[in-house]
C-alpha cells in the first residue's frame, strides 16, 4: 500500500504563489509515477502535472509555464504555484502510480482570490 499525505494550498490573490508538498509512505520503492490533480466545484478532477520515474514531467496545457513538479526524492513530490488565477481554485489531491494502481491523497484546497 501507499499512503500520501499531503500539505500547503490555502487562500492567495491572483498572481500570487503557492507551494504543496507531498510524501508518501508504505512501498514507495512501488511508485513509477507522482504528482498532482484538481478538482473544482461541479468539475471532474483533472490532471495538474505528474512525474515518471525516468523524470519526464506532464503539465495541462492551463499551468505550462506556470506551475512546476518536482520529484524531490523517491516518495516527496511538490508543485510551485506561480502566477496564480482564479480559474486555479479547486481542491488539489496528490496522486501516485504503483504497481498498476492509484493512490490518492487527502486533498488540499486552494483559493485564489481575484
Known amino acids: 500500500q501507499v499512503q500520501l499525505v499531503e500539505s500547503g494550498g490555502g487562500l492567495v490573490q491572483a498572481g500570487g504563489s503557492l507551494r504543496l508538498s507531498c510524501v508518501a509512505t508504505?512501498?514507495?520503492?512501488?511508485?513509477?509515477?507522482m504528482g498532482w490533480y484538481r478538482q473544482a466545484p461541479g468539475k471532474q478532477r483533472e490532471l495538474v502535472a505528474a512525474?515518471?520515474?525516468?523524470?519526464?514531467t506532464n503539465y495541462a496545457d492551463a499551468v505550462k509555464g506556470r506551475f512546476t513538479n518536482s520529484r524531490n526524492a523517491q516518495n516527496i513530490v511538490s508543485l510551485q504555484m506561480n502566477s496564480l488565477k482564479p480559474e486555479d481554485t479547486a481542491v488539489y489531491y496528490c496522486?501516485?502510480?504503483?504497481?498498476?494502481?492509484?493512490?490518492w491523497g487527502q486533498g488540499t484546497q486552494v483559493t485564489v482570490s481575484s
Open positions: 496522486w501516485a502510480r504503483w504497481n498498476s494502481k492509484d493512490a
Open positions: 508504505g512501498s514507495i520503492f512501488s511508485i513509477n509515477a
Open positions: 512525474s515518471n520515474s525516468g523524470g519526464t
